[in-house]
């Protein structure tokens, strides 16, 4: 049976957070009333012109750095013609001949090894709106909201030999993207969305076989899956005699399917020209220069400094510092109370527990990291047992506010006052006479069954520790 590889190339369009659009002043904002952000340079009237936005440049400029493409000082907006309801020009304003930048790459890392996927260009254009199919009146409406928003399209080499690796590239880049501040990532709203491309060959044959291109998946997973099945539907396929051809395929996530969509369009059907409309971007070095010093730390950077600094397991280490957000958490937590691992623990079990039960971002969190941090020294401190930090973290984190006072207004501080619990330990111990017995007559299990019954008296707040110290004395004496 022939054994064959997967061939993947990414094409991702990430949505740059910029105020305004890319060719008008108009909004970018989410989520608005359909046709409320939209102008006579957006809706495509005739006459009219556009202007670039120097911020979308900057953001395109600062990715292009942070994935080490070579940026072009001058580059060339063009039209890519179409027609479609969404979009009122006839044309999307792109790059073609001459991108804003080229020749990139990105180091991933898959099964503990490093593998590095080549990045072939990003360049610069106008989202298109959506439209939006009404079953209920059987009817078809444009929002032209999204119109004109800006984009920059990611086209990566063929280098991914798989899902995971696709995945692997997927994650990184939008975690770079986060980073750099000018996406915010958002899947389900498309603010970052993926085509993939993907083709198979016999081992060892060095030409690459006939592509699919799949679009829908909006989230890591669906990517995944949605590659996993294509990659057999083309072997089986191949296997029957048949062959694949070149397509777009729509992925059903409820059926978890690919579907032809259309033919795969060829360049020339889009008839690229030089936009008239628009000069081509020239970009002063200084600029570049300027943009360069303002990139902030990179994701493996951190990760990097977070396994020296604070010794933190790999697998940890990645966890937090990969989202800058959860990054930055975690450093205010340290620096308000020096316990680095202890506070990973808690941010990786308990914290991210919470964040994924309510869906809120840990920027949006109420349980600040000084509180976290409080809660971690007040349980160093022995003020209150790492059980009752568990017991109290959900309400916290609703809560917000300091763990300190949170523990003594409750009442659940431990009792750390030794004839408090001297007298506690008396009491068991006089109610038990068998068991003293059976301890000093050399059962030293039943030291358990004592700590058990100090704990029931003190509602489990003897501090464990005292407490033995306590037995010892008074049974071996
Ligand atoms: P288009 O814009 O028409 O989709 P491109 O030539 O820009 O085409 O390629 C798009 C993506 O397809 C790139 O990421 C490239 O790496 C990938 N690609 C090209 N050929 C193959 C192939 N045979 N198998 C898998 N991916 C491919
Ligand atoms: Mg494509
Ligand atoms: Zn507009």
């Known amino acids: 049976m022939t054994q064959y590889e997967t061939v993947i190339g990414l094409e991702v ?3 740059l957070n910029t105020e305004s659009k890319l060719f008008c002043p108009c909004s970018t904002s989410f989520g608005q ?9 957006c809706s495509g009237m005739p006459g009219v012109l556009p202007v670039l936005n120097r911020t979308a440049v900057e953001y395109a400029a600062k990715m292009a750095m942070a994935v080490d493409c070579v940026v072009n000082e001058h580059s060339v907006f063009a039209r890519k013609n179409y027609f479609y309801p969404d979009l009122p020009k006839g044309y999307q304003i792109s790059q073609y001949e001459l991108p804003l930048a080229e020749h990139g790459h990105l180091d991933i890392e898959v099964k503990g090894e490093t593998k590095r996927i080549g990045i072939t260009r990003i360049h610069m254009e106008d989202d298109a709106g959506k439209s939006i199919h009404s079953a209920s009146d059987n009817a078809s409406y444009v929002d032209l909201n999204r119109t004109g928003t800006p984009l920059i399209e990611i086209v990566s080499e063929p280098d991914m030999r798989g899902p995971e690796e696709a995945v692997a590239y997927l994650r990184e880049l939008h975690a770079i993207l986060v980073n750099l501040g000018i996406c915010d990532g958002n899947m389900e709203q498309g603010s970052f969305r ?31 899956r949605a590659l996993e099945y294509e990659i057999e539907r083309q072997k089986d396929l191949v296997e029957d005699g048949d062959k694949v051809v070149q397509e777009t395929r729509l992925y059903d996530a409820d059926k978890n399917a690919t579907f032809s969509m259309r033919g795969k369009e060829e360049a020339h059907d889009y008839r690229y020209f030089p936009d008239p409309d628009l000069i081509p971007i020239k970009l002063d070095p200084a600029w570049l220069e300027d943009w360069r010093k303002e990139l902030p730390e990179s994701p493996q950077a ?30 205010a937590a340290v620096s308000a109370h020096n316990e680095p691992k202890m506070i990973a623990n808690w941010m990786l079990s308990e914290l991210l527990r919470e964040l994924n039960q309510s869906g809120i971002s840990v920027s949006e969190c109420k349980l600040t990291p000084e509180a976290l941090a409080e809660l971690v020294r007040i349980i160093d401190e022995g003020l209150i ?12 984190f609703t809560q917000g506010g ?3 006072a949170y523990v003594k207004d409750k009442g659940l501080v431990q009792i750390s006052d030794t004839s408090a619990l001297d007298a506690a330990v008396d009491e068991v111990l006089a109610e038990n006479p068998d068991e003293v017995a059976a301890y000093k007559g050399g059962n030293k299990k039943v030291v358990g069954f004592f700590m058990g019954q100090i704990m029931k008296k003190t509602q489990g707040q003897a501090n464990p520790k005292l407490v033995n110290e306590i037995l010892a004395k008074k049974l071996n004496t």
């Open 13 to 15: 369009h990430a949505q």
């Open 33 to 41: 009333e359909p046709n409320t952000n939209v102008c006579e340079v």
């Open 194 to 224: 993926c085509d993939a491309n993907v083709s198979i060959r016999p081992f060892g044959q060095e030409e690459f076989g006939t592509r699919a291109e799949l679009k829908n998946m909006n989230s890591f997973r669906n990517v995944q």
């Open 302 to 331: 951190r990760k990097q400094r977070f396994l020296d600094q604070y010794g933190l397991p790999e697998d940890d280490a990645l966890i937090l510092a990969l989202d800058r957000a959860l990054a930055q958490y975690y450093e």
């Open 385 to 396: 047992s790492g059980k009752i930090g568990k017991q109290i973290f959900p309400e916290l």
């Open 402 to 404: 300091s763990a300190e």
